[in-house]
């Protein structure tokens, strides 16, 4: 068993020697039996918040409310939830309450893929109550139950179908699928910070092409924000070969480059996302990179504008698309920029005022500009004395 799950072993047994039931349950045991790496283990237990409270000296209530107590234990945080059921779906979204129950079968049932309801004691033993172990090896993603009624019941599943059909490289399950392209305007109903969550990882998942091609088929494309009409745009990403994402910024950098390049429309498309500030600047400037590559004009400005983060996310997308450059380049062309940001400039406004070459106001702001895309296009040097004398020419001239 992976480190994560030995060193929480002592947690899971405390439970079970107080009478009550432990498991580890969710990611963490499909991605353990798949092979892969695990970031977190969640725990569901048979005992009730208060319960787990008075098994632990020190622990956190943080979602108390849905049955959710952390438990710190060798200076890290283990979340331990009681088994639940979940009732009165409606609106198509989360559950009006949550039971607490006593029954793992219960807690089970509510859950949303085969692959994602195993539960594993502390001992390894795993209980597989919907056949996951056959879907894994049949590498599909089967709704636990009838997946119309889930579907109904959380309309968000269906995202998380195409999430892990990119993640896992699996199949949908043709009845499942057949669901999510009955019920695939229920999508509507669902807070869009939570699609774009799901649609962020499906984008990073190992196979986003799976991903999008389903989202395509079932019309969930639809019942997203702003995707109804791309989709010819969205097509012609499913023949990017090679089509590998690393970040977040990559994902919206790719999908608004392939829609538009206007400005206005890429900030429209994020906003209707609800993408956050700094994920709209990093996608401007990293569409401002891919433009300028894509005309070989990706000059010393555009890359002290853009940056060093966002030139190497536009390259990995240009690379995509078939107009990248080495790393090494981009590296190497980055490193020859004789500034990488305004404070290294030899002057600066201060000491502009301190010599009595510019009083403070707008003529400051413009010469400072003037002065370092001078720099930054090689055609003074980032000399202090050269740089004054420019400074004081430029004040001269506008006397
Ligand atoms: P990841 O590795 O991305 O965290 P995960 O399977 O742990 O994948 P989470 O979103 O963290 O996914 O959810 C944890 C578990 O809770 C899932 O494995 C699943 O059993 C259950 N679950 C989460 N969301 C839902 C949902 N909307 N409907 C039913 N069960 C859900
Ligand atoms: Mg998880």
């Not at 639940?84 to 989360?94: A, L, M, V």
């Amino acid at each position: 068993l992976p480190k994560d799950f030995t060193q929480a072993r002592p947690v899971l047994q405390r439970v079970e020697q107080a009478g009550f039931q432990a498991y580890f349950v969710g990611g963490s045991v499909r991605d353990t039996i798949l092979g892969d790496h695990i970031h977190d283990v969640d725990i569901a237990s048979s005992a009730y918040p208060q319960e787990i409270k008075s098994l632990f000296h020190r622990t956190v209530d943080t979602g108390i409310e849905h049955g959710t107590v952390m438990v710190l234990y060798h200076g890290r945080g283990y979340e331990i939830t009681t088994f639940r059921t979940e009732s009165g779906y409606q609106d198509y979204r989360r559950p009006d309450h949550v039971t607490f129950v006593r029954s793992l079968s219960e807690d089970l049932k509510r859950r949303d893929f085969t692959i994602n309801a195993f539960a594993m004691r502390e001992n390894g033993d795993v209980t597989d109550l919907f056949h996951g172990m056959d879907d894994i090896k049949k590498r599909l993603i089967r709704a636990v139950g009838d997946p119309n009624q889930r579907f109904n019941e959380d309309a968000l599943r269906m995202m998380r179908a195409v999430r892990f059909a990119s993640k896992l490289n699996f199949r949908i399950e043709p009845k499942t699928l057949a669901a999510i392209k009955k019920h695939s305007p229920l999508l509507k109903k669902i807070a869009v910070e939570r699609i774009h969550s799901e649609f962020v990882k499906m984008m990073l998942g190992q196979a986003p092409k799976v991903g999008l091609l389903q989202m395509l088929k079932t019309n969930l494309y639809q019942f997203v924000p702003v995707f109804n009409r791309y989709f010819h745009d969205l097509n012609q990403i499913l023949s990017i070969p090679n089509l590998k994402l690393d970040n977040e910024d990559q994902v919206w950098a790719l999908i608004a480059y392939m829609f538009d390049d206007r400005k206005k429309q890429i900030n429209q498309l994020l906003k209707a996302w609800k993408s956050s500030n700094e994920v709209i600047r990093n996608v401007n400037l990293i569409i401002l990179a891919l433009n300028r590559m894509k005309s070989n004009q990706l000059d010393a400005m555009t890359m002290f504008k853009v940056g060093y983060d966002a030139l190497c996310d536009a390259n990995h997308i240009a690379d995509m698309l078939g107009f990248g450059m080495s790393h090494q380049q981009i590296k190497d062309d980055y490193q020859s920029l004789p500034i990488t940001s305004r404070n290294q400039l030899k002057i600066n406004g201060k000491i502009l005022i301190k010599d009595h070459i510019l009083k403070p106001g707008p003529m400051l702001g413009k010469v400072l500009n003037t002065i370092e895309s001078n720099v930054i296009n090689g055609k003074v040097a980032n000399d202090k004395a050269k740089l004054i004398q420019l400074a004081q020419k430029m004040s001269g001239m506008n006397k």
